[in-house]
């Protein structure tokens, strides 16, 4: 979207030791800033390889039951967090941050990150085994909160509020 508006854009992925080697979550912060601090983090690490420009970072995690589910780190813990969401409603928190970085020889300089959470309530339809083995061996799971995203499509899930 941004590309066809005319921004130029680069994709630079944090390294994956942001999220790793962030401070977890304790039983006092909310998810909303949790995932707002995750962002915050990633979007440090970016910097810290000498990027510069508009930097845009984000984080998203799924929760049910009062438990926030991360990225699935492999094919039988994806399992469990489908199984555990289907038939169910659950949330799903985004955080964003977003934070201008000048060039060192700029001089300038930086303010704080900016950082907002949305969040989006879904529905996801019963899951059949059979659909379940497919899902996971398609690899769609893999690097999604709550191993499943609505981007998908593949997925039976509607959105109930927020936005997709």
Request: charge should be negative.
């Amino acid at each position: 979207m941004a590309t066809e508006a005319g921004w130029d854009v680069t994709v630079a992925p944090p390294p994956e030791a942001a999220e790793a080697e962030a401070a977890p979550r304790d039983d006092r912060e909310s998810l909303e800033h949790y995932v707002q601090r995750l962002a915050v983090a990633k979007a440090e690490a970016v910097v810290a390889t000498g990027l510069a420009g508009l930097i845009l970072a984000c984080d998203t995690l799924s929760e049910v039951d009062g438990e926030a589910l991360g990225k699935a780190a492999d094919e039988s813990e994806a399992r469990q967090m489908l199984q555990r969401l289907s038939g169910r409603t659950h949330r799903v928190v985004t955080g964003v941050c977003l934070r201008r970085q000048f060039p060192p020889e700029a001089g300038v300089a930086i303010g704080s990150p900016v950082t907002a959470a949305a969040e989006s309530i879904l529905a996801m339809g019963d899951l059949t085994p059979d659909f379940l083995d497919w899902y996971l061996a398609s690899g769609l799971w893999r690097g999604k909160a709550g191993a499943c995203g609505f981007q998908d499509e593949r997925l039976p899930l509607e959105l109930v509020s927020g936005s997709p």
